[in-house]
């Protein structure tokens, strides 16, 4: 099997802007995750789209196409992609990219080794989510569209309605702040604060089934009234019944997602929410196999013809650090 690599970041996506830091390192950190997963699946043929100054990560035995600024990415994307069986995007959600992405291989009829464009088109947008899991009486964080709303006392975040990760949130503790997000552009949603562990779940989906792989731990800072994603322990604790009912429940929910689905939870003293899903590779992955010895790579590529076999060969927690690098906890 011939397999297309496409990570947004690293792949070439601002081949003509300058690149975001975060994004570039996490983007970086799951292309090489999942060029090391796929290495060790005998009998592919990897192609690898790969922007100029992303070079050092080329990897032995991969074709590499370079992009440069004068290239348009999504023409080179689809040249590659018409030559490969299959096609692995890894994209943010902002600006419809990876709903755009699944579409384009869709339309060349190849395989497509993530969830389908009509999954990406409810979990990539965070109001049409939150009126899916509620719809199936799935305990998640209530949601409004923030244009739609008047202030009200106490705290509450506001996010882009399909960002990725705390990009453009904003936490909002006054009147003053309410009206100066009412000033930028964009459409957002607005979700009470909620006080909690922010934890998020690893799993493999396909047709409303689910596997639920680790539980992550992921810490904030909080930095002018933005989160920042500092750190994520990977299987920071083990997969209980509570878990896997979740996984299941979204799941059923979202019956087209498939693959590698991330599922981000806040856990009170009450309840456990389910705040976003993310139907596409995330930063928890790059930790999985050093933390259970899974090659979801390998994985995913058990879905196209049954189910995965989850044999854990180890059992630790990873600390991956987003501002250097992985190691062992």
């Known amino acids: 099997m011939k397999i297309l690599i496409f990570e947004y970041i690293t792949g070439g996506g601002f081949n003509n802007q300058e690149l975001s830091g975060s994004l570039a390192r996490e983007g970086r950190l799951m292309l090489m995750a999942l060029l090391d997963n796929l290495a060790a699946t005998k009998q592919l043929q990897l192609t690898l789209l790969l922007d100029e100054r992303f070079a050092d990560l080329t990897s032995s035995g991969c074709e590499v196409i370079a992009i440069r600024p004068e290239h348009d990415v999504l023409e080179q994307f689809t040249v590659a ?21 699944c579409q384009m291989v869709e339309a060349l009829g190849k395989i497509i080794l993530t969830s389908p464009a009509s999954a990406v088109a409810i979990a990539g947008d965070k109001y ?51 009206d100066q997000m009412h000033e930028r552009d964009g459409k957002y949603i607005i979700q009470p604060h909620l006080n909690g562990h922010k934890t998020s779940l690893s799993c493999l989906f396909k047709q409303g089934k689910a596997w639920l792989v680790c539980v992550n731990l992921q810490k904030f800072s ?23 009912e979740i996984a299941d429940s979204v799941a059923r929910a979202m019956p087209d997602c498939w693959g590698y689905v991330g599922i981000d939870l806040i856990e009170t003293a009450e309840q456990i929410w389910v705040l976003e899903i993310n139907p596409r590779l995330t930063t928890s992955f790059t930790g999985i196999f050093a933390a259970l010895g899974i090659n979801i790579g390998e994985m995913v590529l058990q879905l196209l013809d049954g189910d995965p076999q989850l044999n854990p060969l180890r059992n630790q927690s990873i600390a991956i650090n987003l501002q250097q690098a992985v190691h062992a906890s």
């Open 81 to 101: 992609a018409s030559s490969c069986d299959a096609v692995w995007p890894i994209a943010p959600e902002f600006g419809g990219i990876l709903q755009r992405l």
């Open 128 to 178: 049409k989510t939150y009126q899916r899991l509620n719809a199936y009486q799935i305990a998640t964080v209530p949601t409004r569209i923030f244009a739609e709303s008047k202030y009200l006392p106490g705290d509450w975040m506001v996010k882009p309605i399909d960002g990725v990760g705390c990009a453009d949130s904003y936490l909002i503790t006054g009147p003053d702040d309410y």
């Open 222 to 244: 909080l930095i002018d009234k933005q989160y920042q994603l500092s750190e994520i322990i990977v299987n920071y604790q083990p997969v209980t019944c509570i878990y896997q």
